[in-house]
């Protein structure tokens, strides 16, 4: 069993960053793929980001690539959102997710585990 739960989010303005962070307590958090998807009012759930197990392969969805940085520390079981250059269409839930997969996340848009969600709101 894995427990995430994820933080950092709030209001910010348009152009603005944010830091999310998502901690994982259970297994060992270096077996698990790791990432990030949103869900905005009345819109499915989408995929924001993904990164390995290692931290060598790192995805991102179209719409966030060159804003968002995801990345994580093996050490602190913890895995990271930083995003910059926010626009409205940011605001959503985010929700950190595990997987034993890669695979899993980035292409089957599913995961293992998931977090409950941090709201990160971006006005314009």
């Known amino acids: 069993q894995v427990q995430l739960v994820e933080s950092g989010g709030g209001l910010v303005q348009a152009g603005g960053s944010l830091r999310l962070s998502c901690a994982a307590s259970g297994r060992t958090f270096s077996a698990y793929a790791m990432g990030w998807f949103r869900q905005a009012p009345g819109k499915e759930r989408e995929f924001v980001a993904a990164i390995s197990g290692s931290g060598g392969i790192i995805y991102y969805a179209d719409s966030v690539k060159g804003r968002f940085t995801i990345s994580r520390d093996n050490a602190k079981g913890t895995v990271y959102l930083q995003m910059n250059s926010l626009k409205p269409e940011d605001t959503a839930v985010y929700y950190c997710?595990?997987?034993?997969?890669?695979?899993?996340?980035?292409?089957?848009?599913?995961?293992?585990?998931w977090g409950k969600g941090t709201l990160v709101t971006v006005s314009s």
């Open positions: 997710a595990a997987a034993p997969s890669l695979y899993t996340i980035r292409v089957g848009r599913a995961a293992d585990y």
